[in-house]
């Protein structure tokens, strides 16, 4: 499909908590048309349609897939999902933009990639960070040699709710669990910073009353020694901050580091050198909208922040991590 048009029309695919969020980010970016949504029940389509100013409700995601008027869809559904939706959608010549986790394991993000590639449609993971204007500077002062040689990432996603049984953030069916909720995000990150996959993955992590891990720990170790050592939780709060240590200095991005305001380098005497501060504008779902509609507009096939590569060996290294665990999905079966 040829984007000359002046505004690039969006599908949502699924009417949960962060498909409106998606909704309200689309408002705000001038080239975007909220152009339909899709629910399992018609009821709830015409709903989130009334709610944000959406002109087409699907009762099928199906039919959504099918609108020959849409250009992407944003998929937003549970990670369980996200093979079975993106193909279904690619498979109709669209570009997806799909929600983090890419998928339950490496084996279906594989099956996901080699689909964008077969049917040659946009593919990318929703993965905020690489997009946000602060992460971009904080890779220029890792880049221009800012730290010197970058030996050591430390990093923690960790939040604390009630969560139901039946919420999807705990259940096994759906893809529950720490690892593939927010430790998705420092491991991301630091497969951003590295720009290499990691030669020794470990991991621990605790398996609460549903199955699904409550919180962990990995450590990835890179080929020149170099050490990520990150921490993602549902049951426990932390400090959601991140350390990027070099040779000469190191860098100090302030919570939530996944979409940062802030970040202080310093050099290796611990004293201040730079601060950079940046606000988020709007919800920050909007800069990885803004680069999808870029990357179209350009005719690429993936993103150059945010590579396909990038979110399969994610999943590489999420399966690693969760071997030793004994946690296995229903998905992982298939
Ligand atoms: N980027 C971020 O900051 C961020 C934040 C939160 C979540 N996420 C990601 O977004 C995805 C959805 O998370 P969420 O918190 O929005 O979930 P949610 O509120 O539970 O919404 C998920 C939606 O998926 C659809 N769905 C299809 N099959 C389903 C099933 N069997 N069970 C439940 N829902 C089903 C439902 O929409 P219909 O009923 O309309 O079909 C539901 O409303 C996850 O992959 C998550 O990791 C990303």
């Given at each position: 499909m040829e984007?000359?048009?002046d ?5 949502i695919?699924s009417t ?7 909704a309200e980010a ?5 080239d975007?048309?909220?152009y339909?949504?899709?629910s ?7 709903i989130?349609?009334r709610?944000?100013g959406?002109r ?17 869809i944003?998929i ?6 996200h093979?079975e939706n993106?193909v ?13 986790a890419l998928?339950?394991?490496a084996h279906?993000a594989e099956?996901m990639?080699?689909v964008a ?7 990318m993971e929703?993965?905020?960070p690489?997009?946000?204007?602060l992460?971009k500077?904080i890779?220029?002062?890792v880049?221009n040699g800012?730290?010197?040689?970058l ?11 009630d969560?139901?049984p039946?919420?999807?953030q705990?259940k096994?069916e759906l893809?529950g669990?720490?690892?593939l909720?927010?430790g998705?995000y420092p491991i991301?990150?630091a497969s951003?910073?590295?720009e ?6 470990s ?12 919180q962990?720990?990995a ?14 939780a549902?049951r426990?709060?932390t400090v959601?901050?991140?350390?990027l ?8 991005i302030?919570?939530?580091f996944a979409?940062?305001e ?7 005497n611990k004293q201040i050198?730079?601060v950079?501060?940046e606000p ?9 909208a803004?680069?999808?509609m870029?990357c179209?507009?350009e005719?690429?096939k993936e993103?150059p ?11 590489r290294?999420?399966?690693r991590i ?5 946690l ?7």
């Open positions: 984007h000359t048009k505004k690039i029309k969006w599908g695919l949960g908590h962060i498909s409106n969020k998606f689309l408002k705000i970016l001038p975007a048309e909220l339909a949504v899709a399992r029940s018609r009821e709830k389509a015409e989130f349609a709610r944000h959406v087409h409700a699907y009762g099928s995601y199906q039919a959504l897939a099918d609108d020959p008027e849409v250009e992407v944003y937003g559904t549970p990670h369980a999902f093979l993106a279904m959608c690619m498979r109709a010549g669209k570009a997806v933009l799909c929600e983090k998928t339950i394991n279906e099956e990639i080699r590639r077969e049917e040659n449609v946009f593919l929703a993965m905020i690489p997009h946000v204007p992460v500077k890779l220029q002062w880049h800012r730290i010197g040689e030996r050591m990432i430390r990093a923690a996603r960790c939040i604390r709710r969560f139901s039946e919420a999807r705990l096994l893809g669990g720490s690892l909720d927010v998705v991301s990150f951003m910073i590295f290499k996959p990691p030669e020794g993955v991991g621990l992590g605790y398996i609460g009353q549903y199955g699904s891990d409550e962990g720990a450590l990835l170790k890179y080929p020149n020694g170099a050490i990520a050592d990150l921490v993602f549902l426990t709060e959601n901050d991140a350390y240590y070099g040779t000469k200095g190191f860098i100090h302030d919570e939530i979409v940062p802030r970040a202080t380098l310093f050099d290796q050198v730079e950079l501060e988020i504008i709007g919800n920050a779902l909007n800069y990885e803004e680069e999808v870029r179209l507009r005719g690429l993103s922040s945010m590579p396909l590569e990038r979110s399969l060996e994610v999943m290294i999420m399966d969760r071997e030793p665990w004994k296995r999905y229903p998905n992982d079966e298939r």
